[in-house]
Structures are given as structure tokens and as C-alpha cells.
């Protein structure tokens, strides 16, 4: 493991809900450490009351995890762990004076609170600015007052310097854990926004997602020159009840997501599926001057795979496919779980070229033949009544 994802991992655990836990074992062991440290101290210079106190100390730190980890009450834990911190420091510097620097000590817990989750702050914080003001009350009375018990000026020199260098080293590690935790949650930010990104890219076109990202909003457009398909599955209904939901869907599954690599390859966007069907267009948001050519030539290529995938399948399948060309308005519909879609007749044309197509049959327009029968081989389907627009010239693309 690298360090980056040993302190990602690190990190991971402080930002989650057992960082109060991590944070205040560690400072359970470490006040132990010190306290016993301490009452050896005490003990050898024979300041007495200050070495029963710190029997007191270690019996309160003990109490502590038995609250944390036996009652799994951290409220009490931080106020009896605090409440100790702040009574130990003013007895010593009442003891030993200002300059014996234990009131450096209570800094430690003015950064403490902001280590432990949302929902301890109601306790933590006003704590904090407790400790504050005592830290200055105890620097402003002590270090003008005559200490009860005088050390000699190298003891105390050397008292000192363990307390702030104590005191530093804690709260340089508060600040590690602070950058553990950023480090944490900005890699978590930016995989975050990755997805959020390509799951609006598999739901909108990418020019629409940049639209939303700059500005917050997308307008409708009207776009003229535009090509639709559609593609539905024959007997659908009929065969679907013959298979078992998990295979039914991961039929669908494996032949739209084919579908849509055939129709990105012929740069053609995927609008939607619904059922069985599936429809898209070439032309929008980026304006294509082939998207006639294009999406035909993406049918066709959509046809001939499912008859590859025919003669391997357990499952066999056949589409009509339906092809017309226009103009239409495109935008985003919904505001919670909104879908970029299109409108317009020449939307409801194409899928009626669908409707009237037959098994693995391509059907488009005359205006379709019109503009590509030097492109593709054509043969004349008929005239046929469409709903709505009367009859019309039909044709089927043969490659």
C-alpha cells in the first residue's frame, strides 16, 4: 500500500462516524501516559497534593473508557475528560506557578471538539471557548502570583519545555488528523463529481451536461435539420412472458448497450427507451451535416449486429427499424428526474415508419429516399395511410 492510500485510508476512517471514537481513545492513552508520567514526577519532587491529584487523574481517565466503550456515551466522556484537562492545569500552575507552562496544556482541548462528529458540537464547542478563557485567566493570574511549591530553575525550565513541546506535538497531530480528514473528503468530492458527471453524460448529451454545469440551466432549442430512429422488438410481448425477469432484462441490457456503441460510433445520440423500444437521433445537440447518412447507416449496422447475435443466442430476436428525417424541438423534461427528449412531427413520423417496417427490416420516408438513394439501395414498400398524414411513399434500405 502507497502512502497516499494508506493516508486515504487513514483519512477514510477519521472522516466516518468512528473518528470521535479514534480521536478520543487517543487522547484516553495519551492523557494515561502523561498522567502517570506525572505522578512518578510528583511523587520524586514530594509535591504531594499534586501527586494524589493525579491518582485522581488516572482514575478519571480510567472512568472515561469504561463511559466510552461501556456506556457508548460520548457526551460524558468529552465533558469528564475536559472538566479533568481544566481543573488539572489550574491546580498545577496554582502549585508550581504560571511559568511551569501546565496551562499549555489546555490548548489541547480548545482544538479538540472540531475532531469529533456534527453531532457533538452542542457540547464541544462552547467547551472550547471555556478553554480558551481559562487558558488566559491562567496565563494573566499565575504568572503574577508566587507558587506554593518552588522547583529549582533547571526542574522547571525542563517542566516547561515538556509542557509546550507536550501540548505542541498533540495539537500538530490534531492537525494532521485535520489534514487526513480534508485530504479524505476532497479525493471523496472529486470521485463524487466523476460520477455524478458520467451518469449525467449517460443520460444527457454532453453539450447539454456542460450547459448545466456553467450556467444551472438548459434552454430549449429548435433544431431543423435532424434525423430520428426508432426500433422496437417483434412479439416482444409474447416472447417476454416466455423468460424470467433476470434474463429477460439482461437480453434488453446487452442488445441496447450494443445499440448505443453502434449509434456513438455514427455520432448519433440514444434519446430513450421505452419497453422495448429505442430511439435516437443524429443531428442535435452538435449539428452533424451527415446525420441523414449517419443514422441510417448506424440502422443498418444496429440490424446486422442483432442477426450476428442470432446464430450465437439461446435467444433470438427481430426489430422493425424506422427512419425519418426533420425538424424538432429538443429539451429537458422534468426537474427531479428529467430526461432530455424531443418533439415535433418529425418524431411521430419516424415512428410511424417504425410501426409500418417489418422483422429486420429498415423503413424510411420518401424524404429519407430522396436524399440518399445514391448512398443506399432502396426498395419502393408501397404507399401506405400514416395516422395523421394521410398516405405516403415508403421505402426499405436494403444496405
Request: hydrophobic letters at 45%; glycine letters at 6%; aromatic letters at 14%.
Amino acid at each position: 500500500m502507497s502512502f497516499r492510500e494508506f493516508s486515504h485510508e487513514l483519512g477514510k476512517r477519521f472522516a466516518k462516524n468512528q473518528r470521535g471514537i479514534i480521536c478520543a481513545t487517543l487522547g484516553e492513552v495519551f492523557a494515561l501516559v502523561y498522567h502517570t508520567c506525572a505522578l512518578v514526577f510528583f511523587y520524586v519532587q514530594g509535591i504531594l497534593p499534586l501527586f494524589y491529584f493525579n491518582i485522581f487523574s488516572v482514575v478519571c481517565f480510567c472512568f472515561g473508557f469504561y463511559v466510552l466503550f461501556g456506556l457508548k456515551n460520548m457526551n460524558i466522556a468529552f465533558f469528564l475528560n475536559i472538566f479533568e484537562v481544566l481543573i488539572h492545569q489550574i491546580i498545577a500552575d496554582y502549585f508550581l506557578g504560571g511559568y511551569a507552562g501546565f496551562h499549555f496544556l489546555i490548548m489541547i482541548m480548545v482544538i479538540f471538539p472540531y475532531l469529533v462528529e456534527r453531532k457533538n458540537f452542542n457540547v464541544g464547542v462552547p467547551m472550547s471557548f471555556i478553554s480558551v478563557a481559562v487558558f488566559f485567566a491562567c496565563e494573566f493570574i499565575f504568572s503574577r502570583t508566587t507558587p506554593l511549591y518552588v522547583l529549582s530553575e533547571g526542574v522547571l525550565r525542563t517542566v516547561r519545555f515538556v509542557n509546550i513541546v507536550t501540548s505542541m506535538a498533540v495539537i500538530f497531530t490534531m492537525i494532521i488528523i485535520f489534514k487526513l480528514i480534508i485530504g479524505y473528503i476532497e479525493h471523496s468530492m472529486e470521485e463524487l463529481n466523476e460520477k455524478n458527471e458520467a451518469l449525467l453524460e449517460n443520460i444527457l448529451p454532453k453539450k447539454i451536461v456542460e450547459n448545466l454545469r456553467e450556467t444551472g440551466h438548459t434552454e430549449p432549442e429548435h433544431f431543423k435539420d435532424v434525423s430520428v430512429f426508432f426500433s422496437d422488438i417483434v412479439n416482444f410481448t409474447s416472447i417476454s412472458k416466455t423468460l424470467s425477469p433476470e434474463i429477460l432484462i439482461s437480453e434488453l441490457n446487452d442488445i441496447f448497450t450494443n445499440f448505443d456503441k453502434i449509434m456513438e460510433s455514427h455520432d448519433c445520440v440514444r434519446i430513450k427507451t421505452i419497453g422495448d423500444a429505442y430511439m435516437a437521433v443524429c443531428g442535435l445537440p452538435e449539428k452533424t451535416p451527415a446525420h441523414l447518412e449517419n443514422i441510417v447507416s448506424a440502422a443498418l449496422e444496429c440490424r446486422d449486429y442483432l442477426t450476428e447475435r442470432n446464430k450465437n443466442s439461446a435467444h433470438q430476436w427481430q426489430i422493425r427499424l424506422g427512419v425519418h428525417t426533420g425538424e424538432v424541438v429538443a429539451g429537458i423534461v422534468g426537474i427531479k428526474k428529467y430526461i432530455y427528449d424531443i418533439f415535433g412531427d418529425t418524431v411521430n413520423v419516424a415512428s410511424r415508419m417504425e410501426n409500418s417496417s417489418e422483422g429486420m427490416k429498415l423503413c424510411v420516408s420518401e424524404a429519407v429516399y430522396n436524399a440518399e438513394k445514391d448512398k443506399f439501395n432502396f426498395t419502393f414498400r408501397g404507399e401506405k395511410e400514416i395516422k395523421g398524414k394521410g398516405k405516403m411513399n415508403l421505402y426499405f434500405v436494403e444496405k
